[in-house]
């Protein structure tokens, strides 16, 4: 059974193992850069609950990792910012953002986006 992932900054590191098989399932994610720092306009995962059901909407994100000052080579995680932190219309408060953003979403189950880089134009 795949357990899902840790739901805050004290166990973020804790080693989360898996029995079984499973897939490294793809996670859509859109986000753009707003006056309070981010928000998540699109979120997509194919994971299911414990019922089978498709989560909808921002149901099924664990955190985001995020990249304040992105160098656009290597993706440096500044900031977690974890499910219960993201507002019901997918607004994150963060300060500290530069003109190169990148985020990295990752699911309950651990299955994550490619980083998304977000710059100012």
Do not use: C, W
Not at 46 to 62: E, F, H, N, V, Y
């Amino acid at each position: 059974m795949i357990q899902d992932q840790p739901s805050s900054q004290e166990n973020v590191n804790n080693l989360i193992n898996s029995t079984g098989f499973y897939f490294n399932d793809d996670v859509e994610i859109k986000v753009e850069k707003t006056k309070q720092g981010l928000k998540i306009t699109r979120f997509g995962t194919k994971i299911l609950d414990k019922q089978g059901k498709s989560l909808k909407g921002l149901d099924g994100l664990a955190m985001l990792l995020v990249d304040v000052d992105y160098d656009g080579e290597i993706f440096d995680m500044d900031r977690t910012v974890f499910a219960r932190d993201v507002g019901e219309n997918g607004e994150i408060v963060l300060t500290g953002l530069t003109d190169s953003v990148a985020v990295v979403a990752i699911d309950k189950h651990g299955n994550e986006s490619k980083p998304l880089i977000i710059k100012d134009k």
